[in-house]
C-alpha cells in the first residue's frame, strides 16, 4: 500500500467521517439510555466487542497469550476501561450530549498534565501549555456556567471522571509491559475485565431495560459490531498511510461535530458559552496531539514500518532503508496504541468498511427517516435539559 506524504482527498474525507461516527456515537448512546440502563448497556457493548474481537483474531490467527509481567497490568488496565464508559455512559443519561463531549475529549489535557509530572521526557513545551491552558479554560466554563436549563453538574462531573478513566489507560500502556503487547490484546484485557465489572455493577443502578424500542437494539448492535471493535482496525490503517501530525490536526473534530449533532438531532440549546467552551476545547487539544503523534512518528519502529528511509540508524539489528515501505510488523500497532491511547475513543468507530457509506447510512436512511423515534429523543433531551 502506497504511504503518503500529505493528507488527500480521500484522506480528509475519510479522517472527517471517522470523527463523525465519533460524534455520532455520543448520541446514539444517550438515545440508547432510553431503552437500557446506561451501566448494563455499557457491559452488553463490551461483551458483544469482546466476541467480535475473538472471531477477528481468531481468523487472522492471532493467539491470546498473557505473557509474564502483563496479568496485573491488564486487569488494571480492564478496571480503567470499565471506569471510563461507567462514567461516560451515566454522564450522557445525565447531561446534554454537548457537554459531555466538550469534557469527555479534554482527555488530552489530562494526559498532557500527567504526562509531565510522571512520564520521562514528557515535558510541556510553550506550544504544549498554551494548548493545555486554554482547553482548561474551555473546560471551567462549562463547569462554571451551566444556567438556566442545563443538565446535571453530577452528569458534567461524571463525564470528566470518564476522562480521567481514559487517561489512566494512556498513561498505564506506556509504563507497563502491555506496550509490547499487540493491540488487539490490549483491546482484549480492556474488553474481558470490564464485561465482568461493568455486567455485575449493573444491577446497582436500577432496572436493565427501560422503554426499550427496536431502534434502541440497532444502536447497541451499531456500538458493539462498529464502535467497539473494528474502529481501531481503521485507525492503525490511516497510521499507517498517512502522516502522522496530519491525523492529528483532525482530532478536534470530534468535539465539535458531536456538539452540532446534539443541537440538530437532538434538539439541544446551543448556547454562546457552550460554543466558546468548545472552541477554547478544539483549539487547546490540537497541539496537544500533534505534539504527541510527531513524538511516536520519530519513534525507529514508526519511521521503519512506515517506511521512511533514515541512513546510518539501525532497528533491531536492521538498516532502516532496508525494509520494504508500508510494511508493518507486529510490534508497532502496540507502539502506536500506547502512544495514541488518548485516541482510544477512536474504538467508538467505523467508517465504510462496514456500514458503506455513512451519510447514507444515517442520513439517508430509515433511522433518521423514522420521525417518531427522533421526535422521542429530542423531547428526551428536552427533558434532559429542563431537569
Known amino acids: 500500500m502506497e504511504r503518503k506524504d500529505r493528507i488527500d482527498a480521500i484522506g480528509a474525507v475519510a479522517l472527517v467521517g471517522f470523527a463523525s461516527v465519533l460524534a455520532f456515537n455520543q448520541v446514539v448512546v444517550q438515545h440508547g439510555t432510553g431503552g437500557f440502563q446506561p451501566v448494563f448497556m455499557a457491559g452488553l457493548r463490551s461483551l458483544g466487542a469482546l466476541m467480535v474481537l475473538g472471531l477477528w483474531m481468531r481468523v487472522r490467527g492471532i493467539p491470546v497469550r498473557v505473557p509474564q509481567g502483563t496479568l496485573r497490568p491488564g486487569l488494571l488496565m480492564g478496571g480503567l476501561f470499565a471506569f471510563e464508559f461507567l462514567a461516560l455512559f451515566w454522564a450522557l443519561d445525565h447531561t446534554t450530549v454537548a457537554r459531555a463531549s466538550i469534557l469527555f475529549y479534554s482527555m488530552p489535557v489530562m494526559t498532557a498534565l500527567s504526562a509531565h509530572f510522571l512520564l520521562p521526557g514528557e515535558r510541556l513545551t510553550r506550544v504544549r501549555g498554551l494548548g493545555l491552558g486554554l ?127 446534539g443541537w440538530l438531532l437532538l434538539g439541544e440549546e446551543m448556547r454562546g458559552t457552550t460554543v466558546v467552551a468548545l472552541v477554547l476545547v478544539a483549539l487547546g487539544i490540537t497541539p496537544i496531539d500533534q505534539v504527541a503523534f510527531e513524538h511516536v512518528r520519530g519513534h525507529p519502529a514508526a519511521q521503519e514500518h512506515a517506511g521512511e528511509h533514515v541512513e546510518g540508524r539501525v532497528w533491531q539489528g536492521e538498516p532502516l532503508g532496508e525494509r520494504a515501505i508500508g510494511r508493518m510488523g507486529d510490534d508497532f500497532p502496540a507502539k502506536v496504541f500506547r502512544d495514541f491511547n488518548e485516541f482510544r475513543f477512536g474504538l467508538d468507530a467505523i467508517v465504510t468498511a462496514l456500514l458503506g457509506e455513512e451519510g447514507d447510512a444515517v442520513r439517508g436512511g430509515h433511522v433518521l427517516k423514522s420521525a417518531a423515534p427522533w421526535a422521542s429523543m429530542r423531547a428526551r433531551s428536552a427533558a434532559l435539559s429542563s431537569a
Open 135 to 261: 482547553a482548561m479554560l474551555g473546560v471551567v466554563i462549562v463547569l462554571a456556567r451551566p444556567g438556566p436549563g442545563e443538565a446535571s453538574l453530577a452528569g458534567d462531573l461524571a463525564a470528566l471522571a470518564g476522562a480521567a478513566g481514559w487517561t489512566g489507560i494512556a498513561l498505564l500502556v506506556r509504563i507497563s509491559p502491555l506496550a509490547k503487547e499487540p493491540a488487539e490484546m490490549q483491546l482484549g484485557w480492556q474488553l474481558s475485565v470490564s464485561t465482568v465489572i461493568l455486567l455485575g455493577v449493573s444491577p446497582f443502578f436500577g432496572p436493565f431495560l427501560r422503554e426499550l424500542e427496536p431502534l434502541h437494539i440497532l444502536g447497541l448492535c451499531y456500538q458493539i459490531v462498529a464502535v467497539a471493535s473494528f474502529g481501531f482496525l481503521f485507525w492503525f490503517f490511516l497510521m499507517k498511510r498517512y502522516p502522522a501530525s496530519g491525523v492529528a490536526s483532525f482530532s478536534f473534530l470530534s468535539p465539535v461535530l458531536a456538539v452540532v449533532l
